[in-house]
């Protein structure tokens, strides 16, 4: 479902080591409510976390970079960067490797890497979010 971000024509900051920011988004026709949640690691610069969630605590994505690695259900165990996906029953439980969307961009460009996964996640009208101190 595509969703909007309909809140204020100021921009944000990418959030500085330890910090996050969390913008609210909408389906087209206000009805359904998402949010973007974007989270930066304390020590290192490039372990970040982007994701969306649905009715405030369902996450639909989640992009996990320089993180530790992620045991799937199976049994099967995922480095850094994955992403997770909803699945029903699991959550946001399952992990699986980058589609071709995201793999292809550097982890040193944080902002392209937000612009992409505000793309696969269908996220039409974006905040404007600019680099930062640390980004």
């Known amino acids: 479902m595509e969703k909007h971000y309909f809140g204020s024509t100021g921009r944000f900051d990418f959030p500085s080591l330890g910090g996050s920011l969390r913008l ?18 304390r020590i290192s610069l490039k372990k970040n976390t982007f994701q969306t969630r649905a009715r405030q605590t369902i996450i639909l994505v989640r992009l996990d970079l320089a993180g530790p690695p992620h045991r799937n259900p199976d049994g099967e165990e995922l480095e850094c960067p994955h992403l997770h996906l909803y699945r029903e029953g699991l ?10 969307e995201l793999a292809g961009i550097s982890d040193s460009d944080i902002l392209g890497l937000l612009d992409a996964f505000m793309n696969y996640c269908a996220i039409v009208k974006k905040p404007v979010i600019d680099g930062g101190l640390f980004a």
Not at 91 to 100: E, I, R, T, V
């Open 24 to 41: 609210p988004l909408h389906s087209l026709d206000k009805r359904e409510e998402f949010s973007l949640d974007i989270t930066r690691g």
């Open 91 to 100: 959550g946001d439980k399952w992990a699986c490797p980058l589609p071709s």
